[in-house]
T-cell receptor, first 113, second 110 residues
């Protein structure tokens, strides 16, 4: 099993719908992150969490919310999806034994129509 | 000025050559630097980390860091077609979160 698992892998949704992307990890890391990747814009941070009680906004948090249900689970929600939220979404954990370098999940490709 | 800058490429090198990938960053307090490789349609994979000035070697990969010039690079020796990917530079400015460059696309021609 992958260390960081994201579900779903692909999702097509309609404008205005609420959608949740889920992330779980088996590495026992405290720190978890959500990024989106767009062509030409690179990876941009949406939200991050350093432990279960700690949630922080990243540079592009508008239109998104998160929930850290447990150390292993970190979910991202789009309250009312819009087409410019079409992107590739990655969850990641950071490893203190690797200088807090990230391990990424496989990604969720989200299309909002 | 972007916080982490990379040439987008594509950078094309022949098989067996040295590929040189460059990255500059703007925040002088940055302490940790990472290189990720991302194949098309896949997630980024950590290949190198560096924290001190100088060179760090791991197999065919060498990371170089110059904090005075705010510059970090990745050299890939004996490049192979399987090295063709996008390489992402990432910097931790002590906030506990990484800032990524846009990536450099590398193409290794047989």
């Amino acid at each position: 099993d992958a260390d960081v698992t994201q579900t779903p892998r692909n999702r097509i949704t309609k404008t205005g719908k609420r959608i949740m992307l889920e992330c779980s990890q088996t590495k026992g890391h405290d720190r978890m992150y959500w990024y989106r990747q767009d062509p030409g814009l690179g990876l941009r941070l949406i939200y991050y969490s350093f432990d279960v009680k700690d949630i922080n906004k990243g540079e592009i948090s508008d239109g998104y919310s998160v929930s850290r249900q447990a150390q292993a689970k970190f979910s991202l929600s789009l309250e009312s999806a819009i087409p410019n939220q079409t992107a590739l979404y990655f969850c990641a954990t950071s490893d203190p034994d690797r200088g807090y370098g990230y391990t990424f999940g496989s990604g969720t490709r989200l299309t909002v129509v | 000025q972007k916080e982490v800058e990379q040439n987008s490429g594509p950078l094309s090198v022949p098989e067996g050559a040295i590929a040189s990938l460059n990255c500059t960053y703007s925040d002088r307090v940055s302490q940790s630097f990472f290189w990720y490789r991302q194949y098309s349609g896949k997630s980024p994979e950590l290949i190198m980390s560096i924290y001190s000035n100088g060179d760090k070697e791991d197999g065919r990969f060498t990371a170089q860091l110059n904090k005075a010039s705010q510059y970090v690079s990745l050299l890939i020796r004996d490049s192979q077609p399987s090295d063709s990917a996008t390489y992402l530079c990432a910097v931790d400015n002590q906030g506990g979160k990484l800032i990524f460059g846009q990536g450099t696309e590398l193409s290794v021609k047989p």
